[in-house]
């Protein structure tokens, strides 16, 4: 299970212009986004993204959303 499971993500293709690949996004999480070549790259570097954002956020004393 990753922790992706748990948020809307949403994968989108990036332009030519903002240097091709992919971009993955948890919109529940604001800043939260990584890339890759391919979705799947992109959507497993989010869930890296992810797991820092909450630790940032526990470590800050946010509120991490459900």
Known sequence: MTRTDGYLTLIRPLS?????????????LPG???????AAEALAALDGAITSWIEEA????????K
Do not use: H, K, Y
Request: glycine share 18%.
């Open 16 to 28: 030519e212009d903002e240097g091709g690949g992919w971009m993955a996004t948890a919109p529940d």
């Open 32 to 38: 939260c986004m990584s890339d890759g070549e391919t």
């Open 58 to 65: 526990e470590d800050l004393g946010r509120a991490v959303p």
